[in-house]
Structure formats: structure tokens, C-alpha cells
């Protein structure tokens, strides 16, 4: 081609090119065909048990053999008839996993026909290691990308569907196994559970040596080596257009019907009567199948069964799918010839089982559907925004989900694809204090508390930047009952004043008034409730135990000091102590007896004066007082807590004043004042000749400053 190429095998190529001589010159992007034919016996393509024979790509029997039409079974045995294996099936489905690798399940030497799947999608990893623990598939930490992974002499196809979002992930392989290997997940979230099924191949008996099939008693027989096996040396070069008229022996026997091969069976078209002469090129298809082993006693010949019995086809398996398009397999059961009935397949094992079919059916697509996605962030990241998500109009057929025009949905109501949202609120009202108390200890009256408007992060704000119709309430109504005299009592203590033993229990009983101005006392009307009660706390039994005094006070005022405090060993029988070894105590903990400690006078703090007089006698007056934060050396400071402030003004003498004085008594004398400052009131003339000034006096000094 006017210059020089280094050539390379091209092998992407279908149908009948495959056994074509192709090839590419290395580092371009052209490709050349050399002949029409490869050599006879050179694997179709990559990993693939055809082989071209004279231009054609055939595929040998599980035995090696052309023309053989010999499968692998369930079992995995060449030619075999599934009962020479057992199916094993369960399932994997603890919930209470710990999030890491977690072995599930181990897979014995020789299985085959694996098939490991989560039984919905999950964000949970399968992962396969050996048993000399070198990871396979996702170790290590690391997720491998699905594909085909070597291993115990086998290939597993690792599998994570990404379309379908309810089909977990699946390890599947066709074996047999060359050693133990453990399937392991990677749990994240709870467990969707995980089905597993093998095969395993039942304990034989050991074969006597008439039952082996020699492998070299062919006659007059077209045998080729299946895909990867060379011809044996001692075998002579044949020519292609001379395949028909030698008799040629494999290089590896055929497989006996208890041994397998991993290869997938496909029947080679036939040789039509123009085909059958010697002509070049042309194959003769005159190929052997190896005989089964003996049937089981008694005796039988191939012919008499077929007389008798035959494969009767009875039916199908359930279809894959309820529509859209799925498949079923013809089931063949065996049946007698004479009774028109089926009787047990082991009548039939003489004669070829029919290959079973596999079928369309519930051709009619599925009802279209509306696909939904997962909705998106919300548009704004505090107050109310928008979110979006992706609507579709799906249909499904043959297993594969498409989108289609939304008109085949129209009858069915459409999800919504945009929806408000919101995360959270950009601020919000804080309420900073509980409720105050009830301004009365009976009736009507009213509590408080503080509000304040704050971020989201805490900071505060003006009031007009929360919401107004949100804001909690600050003040409100309490009703502290009706103004009566009654009996009050507390809950019986909860615990007996003795651990063991008769004992007591008490309660708090006092007689209150809902008027603030009367003391406790003990006039309320009916009997005085009971304050104890007897109670026993069962048969006395010694204990010894580990006794703790109360801390010592802190020895630093300010900053952190220590506290001691004495702890012995004590044993008590019912009320009474004894101090005993503290060798006795040992088999308990032992309470420590020195610990740190901080000072209480370290902040700064409130400080206030007495409060004032009252403003006013009767009639509602105030008190005030002086308030100051000072610290530790009684300096003012700014760092005493707001909300603690005490208060400095308080209302006081609220009663209503006395009614006005008798029109008889006036002051007679006009220096009465100076009467009532020298003390004089309180004899009968200047009480007489001084009546108003010593009566207001009088009042004054009853009602006196509000508490």
C-alpha cells in the first residue's frame, strides 16, 4: 500500500466477518481484509466458545464436539438430566447491621449457577473476597465499576443497574467454584435484604471403570477442539477443503456426563443433500454424540422406552412479566404411550429431553405511567421559595422503560412539578423569660414574661423584623381562685422515713387565705387534714454501705479551690448506724471524698438598698430602692446578667382609705401639729381639742410602709 505498517488483529466486526482474516494497521483507524477465511478452529471472537469451521462460525457441544448438541444442565454436568445437584435458596435479611463490611454469606467450592441480588436498590455495596482475604470486588473501601471480575476459576459479573432505581445491585457467575469464596456487604443504611441461590453437586458413588466412556472410540467422526484448545501435536495439518475425509481425534477426550465445561450450546444450520459430496470447503456433519452412562436397573434399550414413554410437552412456565412483553418456557413432563399419562422422568431418562423453548408472551405494552423525580433544593435557603422536580410520561415494553408523549397519560391526574417550600424561617420571636407570677394570690390578676425578636443565628433584631400576627403573648389574665379561707396540703412524701420497718409518711397541711393581708393560720373550717401517715418499708436487713458528709465549703472565695468532705463505712439495721471497718465497704465504690470546686462571689452581682416608705397611706402608693452591679472589690461593673436585675419600684398600700372623719372632730387649738409631734395625742384633752390632727396620726401609724 506504498509504505510499511505494523499489523494487528481487528476483531470488531458481526455476523459473518467474524471469520474473516481482518486486520489493522497499529495506530490507525482503517482495517483491511487479508482472506475470506481464518484458520479452521479459531475462536469467532474474544472469550467466545465458537469457532470458525470453512468460513462459518458453529459452536461445539459442552463436550467439545460438533454437532454434539450436548448442554450443560442445572447441575453443570455435560448432557446431564439436573438430578445430580441440589438448588440451594435463602435469603440474607438481619436489620440490625453495623455500617462497615459485614460477611453474608459463603459460597462452597464447586457451586454453580450463582445468583447473589439485593431485593431493592439501597446505597449499600456488595463486595466479594477470598478466603485468604484478597478483595475481589469493592475492598478495600474503594467501589469497583460493574463488569466481569476472575475468580475461583470462575467469572463474576458484578451488576449495579442505574436506570432501573428499584433493581439492586447482583453478583452472578456460572461456575463450578475451585475454592470457597465470601460475599460481603458494605452496609450504609438498613438492610433491603439479599437473595441467594447456587447450585451444589450431590455426593456420587464411585464409578466402576465399565461405566467411563473411553473417549477415543470414535468411528469415521468429525471431531474439532472446542475455542482455546490447540490440536494435539501427533494430530496431522488439514487442509480446509479436506476436513470430510479425515478422521480426526480431539486433543482433550470428551468430557463424561458427570464432568462439565463451561460453554453455551447453539445447533449448526443443517447440510442440505447438495452439501453431502466431498466438494472443497463443504463439511461433513457426520459427528458423534458420546453415549450416556447405564440407566439405572433394570436394564433397558433406548428403543423399548421410546415405545413406551415419551417427552410430552404440558405447558409453560409463568410469563416474566404481566404485560409489555415478557417470556415463558415450554415445560415438558414424561408420559406413557399406553396410559396417556405422566409418570415419573426417571421412565424417560434413555430418551433426549426436548431442548426448551423460550416464548414471547404478554405482548401488549403496559398502561403509560407518570414517572416523578426527586424534588429539588429549595430555592431560597430561609423564608418561603419554590422547589422543582422532573415529570414524565413513561411506558414500559420489553423490560425497558420509555419516555413517550404525555398524551398517553392524559387520563391519569399529573403530580404536581413545582411546590413551595421553605426551609426555615430567616427570624423568629424568643420568648426569654417563663411567666411572672400572678400579681394576687386570689381572683383576677395578671402575669408577664419577656419576648424579644432574634435571627436565625440568635442575634437580635428590631421587633418590625419578625412576623406581628406570630409575636407570643407577653401579659396575660391568671385567675388564682376565689378570696376563701381553706385547707391546703401537699402530696404524701413518696418515699417510707424508714428503709425498712415501720415508719412514716408525711405532708405539708397549712390553712391559707386567699387574702394577702391575713397570715397562715389555723381557723379554716372542717377538720384539719392528717400531716402523716404509718407505712413500713418490710423486714429489716443489715446493709453495709459507704456513708458521705456534706462539702466542706469551697477554700477559694473566687476562682477554683477544693472541698473536702468525710466518707465512712457504715452498717445499718433499720434506724440505727454503726460505724464499722472500711475493709466492709470494700466490695462497693468508694465515694471521693476531695473534689474541685469554684467560688461564688467571682461574677458580678446585684446589690439593692431597703425599700422607701410608701408614697401614699391608702389608695395605692410606691416604694423605690437603689439598684447597682458590683463586682468582687464592690466596684460598679456592667456585667451582671440583665434579666436577673431586681426590681426598683413596687406598688404598695392599696387598701382604700377610711371613711372622713366626724363633722365634731376638728382641731380646736391652731398649733395642733406641734401637738402631735410631741407625742401628746395620746392623752384624752389634746386628743379633744386636737380630734382631726391625732385621729390621721393614729391612721398612719397603723397603716404604716408596705412590705
Known sequence: ????????????????????????????????????????????????????????????????????????????????????????????????????????????????????????????????????????????????????????????????????????????????TTEPIDVYMIFQQ??????????????????????????????????????????????????????????????????????????????????????????????????????????????????DVARDFYWQRVGNTECSATCGKGSWQSVYRCASRALQEEVGEEMCHLLPKPAVSEEPCNTEPCPAYWDVDKWSACSKSCGLGSQHRQVLCRQVYANRSTMVHPQRCEQLEKPNATQACQVQVCSHWEVQTNWSSCSVLCGLGHRTRHVRCVSNEGHPLRDSDCPGNHRPKTSEMCDMGPCVR???????????????????????????????????????????????????????????????????????????????????????LGSDFNVTDASECSYREKPPSLQTCTGSDCEARWFSTAWSPCSRTCVGGTQTREVQCLTQNKTLSRLCPPELKPAKKRPCNNQPCNADLDENCRDKYHNCPVIVQARLCVYSYYKAICCASCTHALERRHSGPSR
Request: some cysteine; charged content about 15%.
Open 486 to 572: 381553706a385547707w391546703f396540703y401537699s402530696d404524701w412524701s413518696s418515699t417510707c422515713s424508714a428503709e425498712c420497718g415501720p415508719g412514716i409518711q408525711r405532708r405539708a397541711v397549712v390553712c391559707l387565705s386567699s387574702s394577702a393581708s391575713e397570715p397562715t393560720g389555723e381557723n379554716c373550717a372542717g377538720t384539719k387534714p392528717a400531716d402523716m401517715r404509718a407505712c413500713n418499708g418490710g423486714p429489716c436487713q443489715p446493709v453495709t454501705r459507704w456513708y458521705s458528709g456534706p462539702w466542706n465549703p469551697c477554700s477559694a472565695e473566687c476562682g477554683t479551690g477544693t472541698q473536702r468532705r468525710d466518707v465512712v463505712c457504715i452498717t445499718k
Open 1 to 176: 500500500m506504498g509504505r510499511f505498517y505494523q499489523w494487528e488483529p481487528f476483531r470488531d466486526v458481526r455476523g459473518a466477518q467474524r471469520c474473516e482474516l481482518n486486520c489493522r494497521p497499529i495506530g490507525y483507524r482503517f482495517y483491511v481484509r487479508h482472506t475470506e477465511k481464518v484458520q479452521d478452529g479459531t475462536p469467532c471472537e474474544a472469550g467466545s466458545p465458537d469457532i470458525c469451521v470453512a468460513g462459518q462460525c458453529l459452536m461445539p457441544g459442552c463436550d467439545g464436539i460438533l454437532g454434539s448438541n450436548h448442554t450443560l444442565d442445572s447441575c453443570g454436568v455435560c448432557g446431564g438430566d439436573h438430578t445430580s445437584c441440589k438448588l440451594v435458596v435463602g435469603n440474607f435479611s438481619d436489620t440490625d447491621v453495623p455500617i462497615g463490611y459485614h460477611r453474608i454469606l459463603e459460597i462452597p467450592a464447586g457451586a454453580t449457577h450463582i445468583q447473589v441480588k439485593e431485593m431493592t436498590r439501597s446505597p449499600n455495596y456488595l463486595a466479594l473476597r477470598s478466603r485468604s482475604g484478597k478483595s475481589i470486588i469493592n475492598g478495600n473501601w474503594a467501589v469497583n465499576p460493574p463488569g466481569r471480575y476472575e475468580a475461583a476459576g470462575t467469572i463474576f459479573v458484578y451488576s449495579r443497574p442505574e436506570s432501573d432505581r428499584h433493581k439492586g445491585e447482583s453478583l452472578t457467575a456460572e461456575g463450578p
Open 190 to 303: 438498613d438492610n433491603p435484604g439479599v437473595s441467594y441461590q447456587f447450585f451444589m453437586a450431590l455426593a456420587r458413588p464411585e464409578s466402576s471403570a465399565a461405566d467411563i466412556h473411553n473417549p477415543r472410540q470414535e468411528f469415521g467422526a468429525l471431531a474439532l477442539v472446542s475455542a482455546g484448545h490447540p490440536m494435539e501435536p501427533s494430530a496431522p495439518h488439514v487442509h480446509p477443503g479436506l476436513l470430510q475425509t479425515q478422521n480426526l481425534v480431539p486433543a482433550q477426550p470428551p468430557i463424561p456426563s458427570g464432568q462439565s465445561r463451561r460453554s453455551h450450546p447453539v445447533v449448526p444450520p443443517p447440510v442440505s443433500s447438495s452439501q453431502s459430496g466431498r466438494s472443497p470447503g463443504t463439511l461433513q456433519r457426520n459427528v458423534r454424540v458420546p453415549p450416556l452412562p447405564p440407566p439405572p436397573p433394570p436394564p433397558q434399550h433406548s428403543s
